[in-house]
């Protein structure tokens, strides 16, 4: 028999012992999973919902030998590497190099999770982080800044949704993991990250941005604004949020409240849980809020409906939307939409509404996958991944004018943060998304009292 037909029947019998082990092995282990919230989507600074759900999986050996000779020619790879590579690379690095990689070509938001990053990940439920503080989602394998979050280190250092991370401390952010971008942005307080960023209209430029502890909170600027419309920012779904969200709207409620806006422009998403919590309060009771389905004959589809005993019903709403609102705010936008619960104003939203689940290996199980196994859909069956929620008002503002409203609001609502020596000259900018909003929940009130 020819040499070479003895090595690769050598490595098919690896790749068969291999498959063997590794089925009888998941038969008999419990598997635990945790779903990561979608927010993890967006930059791994928001919180993650883990929730441990135990099962059993079981895995057949494929018929035939087509699989024992995939897995050989993974096993020659494997070892021509380890053999040849110009440095010396330990086993274990190759193959988790492996792992990553093959869950990153089915896309941007999958991973694997070596044992510090799945630890990072279980304790990463307060909202209190060190970094520089920004949702980053990935489009069309590009880094994109989301938002920064309010009054952090990226805000301070001009950081503006839109923005194109291009590059991390010299190296290039062009296809990169949404775990590799959390992994190179994060750091010690203290610490600093060079960041090249591409705008819109300018040059690349670079910025130096030094890491700190990042709060995040849920709810800003609430207010009554003309005519006894509420304002409500959402800035985010985090475990804190629907309490915050409640409170201010009670607040709001204390002030004669006629109407409501809720501005869900520059939010990343954040928790599901969160983001049901907060839609059922503006909807009846049972009403549809999302459905979340995977692939067909593995996850059934599961469908999340209004409950809770508070329910604003007769309030005339309008939601705030843009290109950067991503998630679980498009799971918001989409529900009051399809229940005609709401008028949806401003830019058609990121496209971003995937399902991450945390698998825990059975046999390393100090590691985990961090894989897509579902999408969400809104009440009426419209996929939201990939194409985003179409407002009913379309109006979009260019990103200089944004730029300004964004600086304004902040420095109304964060005056001590930025005094006025260090602030720009902004006062005469109008957040025409606002104002339209505002009119058209006046208007609706007006008809309904007739």
């Not at 419990?30 to 883990?50: D, I, Q």
């Not at 020619?73 to 193959?95: G, M, N, P, W």
């Not at 952010?173 to 994060?186: F, H, K, T």
């Amino acid at each position: 028999m020819p040499v070479a037909l003895r090595t690769r029947d050598r490595y098919r019998a690896v790749g068969r012992l291999a498959l063997v082990v590794l089925s009888a092995a998941i038969a008999a282990t419990p598997l635990c999973r945790m779903t990561a919230a979608e927010a993890t989507s967006t930059n791994g600074v928001s919180p993650h919902a883990v929730s441990n759900a135990v099962g059993r999986a079981t895995a057949e050996v494929p018929a035939g030998d087509a699989v024992y000779d995939d897995i050989a020619v993974f096993t020659e790879a494997l070892l021509l590497v380890k053999r040849q590579y110009a440095d010396e690379k330990e086993f274990r690095s190759l193959i988790y190099g492996a792992i990553d990689g093959m869950l990153v070509s089915l896309d941007p938001h999958s991973g694997f999770l070596p044992p510090e990053e799945f630890q990072e990940l279980q304790e990463d439920t307060s909202g209190h982080f060190p970094g520089i503080g920004i949702h980053v989602g990935i489009k069309d394998g590009r880094l994109i800044v989301l938002a920064p979050v309010d009054g952090s280190p990226a805000q301070r250092a001009g950081l503006q949704s839109g923005d194109c991370v291009a590059k991390i401390d010299q190296q290039s952010a062009l296809g990169i993991s949404m775990d590799d971008a959390v992994r190179r942005l994060r750091g010690p307080k203290g610490s600093r990250v060079t960041l090249t960023v591409e705008r819109e209209g300018q040059d690349p430029f670079t910025v130096t941005i030094e890491r700190d502890d990042v709060k995040i909170m849920s709810v800003r600027g609430v207010r009554i604004l003309r005519n006894g419309v509420g304002y409500v920012r959402l800035t985010q779904f985090s475990e804190n949020s629907e309490a915050e969200f409640d409170q201010a709207l009670r607040k709001l409620q204390e002030q004669k409240m006629t109407a409501l806006v809720v501005d869900l422009r520059n939010n990343p998403g954040g928790l599901l849980s969160t983001a049901v919590e907060i839609t059922g309060l503006l909807l009846p009771k049972g009403a549809d809020i999302v459905s979340v389905r995977g692939r067909e004959g593995v996850r059934k589809e599961e469908r999340y409906r209004a409950i809770g005993a508070q329910h604003l019903t007769d309030l005339p709403v309008a939601v705030l939307v843009n290109s950067h609102s991503a998630s679980a705010a498009e799971i918001m936008a989409g529900a009051l939409q399809d229940n005609h619960r709401a008028v949806v104003v401003g830019e058609t939203t990121f496209g971003k509404a995937s399902v991450q689940t945390v698998l825990r290996l059975s046999t390393r199980p100090d590691c985990a996958l961090r894989l897509t196994t579902a999408h969400y859909f809104t009440p009426a069956g419209r996929m939201i991944h990939g194409k985003g929620i179409v407002p009913d008002i379309v109006l979009p503002v260019s990103p200089m004018k944004w730029r300004n409203i964004v600086l304004k609001r902040t420095y109304d609502e964060m005056p001590d943060s930025f005094p006025a020596s260090l602030r720009e000259k902004v006062e005469d900018v109008s957040d025409e998304q606002l104002a339209r909003a505002v009119d058209i929940v006046v208007g609706v009130r007006v008809l309904k009292a007739k």
